[in-house]
């Protein structure tokens, strides 16, 4: 469940290199702990610090301090030339041993491989591929990147960059909690 608020910007597009850089930058250092399946092909991928979150019904969940959702779009997981995984074959009983070949790693790299495909290159030379052509005629964002500062960075179809006009409200709190002053060595 992903709380957020109005941000004190406006939505807007951005560049590719514009929204590589913000990514990389806030994503770069921070291991992969947890990867899921869900609804069908959808994908989250949580990382660097656990972040507790309210979830439904009272119950609390442990999310990353910076996600990755890909949403309705094809997609395809390899290592080198090896496919791992895509969108139209993973299912739900091998879904959890395909997905483990991403924990510990780190986004090392975006890139836009093909024109309709963007290449998140992990540091095990692990590559998922997002098809921003969208088979799946979804109107709604494709991948949505969600940064330890709470900002949301998205991937529309056909796409296109775009900084959300909403903010992650737990993972600014989160992150604050988390991330506390440095302290002082004393001197005697």
């Not at 290592?79 to 959890?96: K, L, V, Y």
């Not at 491989?113 to 998922?128: G, Q």
């Not at 494709?142 to 949301?152: H, L, N, Q, S």
């Amino acid at each position: 469940m992903l709380l957020t608020s109005r941000a004190l910007w406006p939505r807007r597009r951005l560049a590719r290199d514009e929204v590589r850089a913000e990514i990389l930058n806030q994503m770069r250092t921070l291991p992969c702990w947890q990867c899921g399946k869900y609804l069908g092909s959808m994908l989250v991928f949580d990382f660097g610090e656990k972040v507790i979150v309210p979830g439904m019904r009272g119950r609390q969940i442990a999310q990353g301090e910076a996600t990755l959702g890909v949403r309705d779009c094809y997609w395809k997981l390899a290592q080198g030339r090896q496919t791992i995984a895509d969108s139209n074959s993973i299912d739900d009983e091998s879904a959890a041993d395909l997905l483990l070949c991403v924990q510990g790693a780190e986004i090392c790299d975006l890139v836009v491989s093909k024109p309709d495909f963007i290449d998140l290159k992990f540091s095990n030379n692990v590559t998922l591929s997002l098809d921003t052509t969208n088979r799946n005629e979804t109107q709604d964002c494709i991948a949505e990147f969600v940064v330890p500062d709470g900002r949301i960075y998205e991937v529309t179809r056909r796409g296109h960059y775009y900084l959300s006009g909403q903010v992650s409200t737990v993972r600014m709190s989160g992150t604050e909690k988390k991330r506390p002053e440095k302290k002082e060595p004393r001197s005697n």
